[in-house]
Structure formats: C-alpha cells, structure tokens
C-alpha cells in the first residue's frame, strides 16, 4: 500500500465587497481571499502550513489584484463615459443591444450620441437570435428572451 502526501493550496475567502475594478473599468463585487499551503493525505488537506498571501478577486473578470487596489479611488468620468459603461455593463449580464439603446434614448440622450454610446459599448462583434431577432453583444451566449443558443 502506497501512501500518497504532499501539501496543497486552498482558497478562502474572508470578505466581499464592492470596489473600482482596473480591468472592467467600473464598479464590481470583489472577494478578499487568503491562499495557504495544507498538508495533504490522499489529496485531502490535513492541516495547515502556511500563508503565501492574500489577494483580491474581481468576480465578474476573474482577475486577482494586491489588496491595495480597495484602497484606490474610483477615478472621475464624465457622463458618457459612464453611460458607456453601464451600457457594456448591462450588455455583458446578457441584456439585448436594441433593449440598452431604448434605455439611453429614454434618458433623453440625442440619437448620435446614443449610436455612439452603443458602438463603444457593444464593439464591432455582435451575435443574433434566430428566433427573437434581437442582437448581442459577442460574449453572450444566449438569447434573454427565448433562451436560444445565440449564432
């Protein structure tokens, strides 16, 4: 019989949070999390070694960040530059481009101004459902309103 060990990493995470994510650009919910080192038997963490350090993780990216970006400040936009913003925002969580424009035209912002808006937002790759005609910005996967595969 063989006995297997060796140590291992395990996450944890300690808070949570809103902080300004550098890579997405606008506000995002984060985990503080702390990263050991356990022994581990049959690949079972036993107890713990020590701490390699702690980070923290932007959980709509994914992307890990030194605990010192909590303590940036948000830097200023201006009011397009967040309109954009909220727009790809919006975009990402699955929400259809011509439902965003609606929402940019009711906020009394002019027509080209609104194309803009959209075309920073959304960028040049767009998907579309067959079945609901409704286009998508090019990292959903399915249609909102139908549920259809996107193409």
Do not use: W
Not at 91 to 109: A, C, H, W, Y
Not at 111 to 120: F, G, K, M, S
């Amino acid at each position: 019989m063989f006995i297997i060990f060796g140590n291992r990493v395990r996450h944890t995470t300690l808070s949570t949070g809103q902080f300004y994510c550098p890579q997405c650009k606008t506000r995002r919910n984060y985990e503080l999390r702390r990263a050991r080192n356990y022994f581990a038997l049959y690949f079972i963490p036993i107890f713990p070694l020590n701490t390699i350090g702690e980070y923290v993780r932007c959980t709509t990216c994914s992307t890990n960040f030194q605990p010192d970006v909590l303590k940036m400040p948000e830097p200023p936009a201006m009011p397009l530059d967040r309109m954009t913003l909220e727009a790809r925002a919006d975009m990402d969580s699955g929400t259809p481009i011509e439902f965003v424009r609606q929402k940019l035209i009711n906020t009394g912002l002019k027509l080209d101004l609104v194309q803009q808006t959209i075309e920073a937002a959304a960028g040049p790759d767009r998907r579309r459902c067959a079945a609901c005609d409704l286009t998508y910005r090019s990292t959903v996967q399915r249609c909102a309103r139908c549920g259809a595969e996107l193409k």
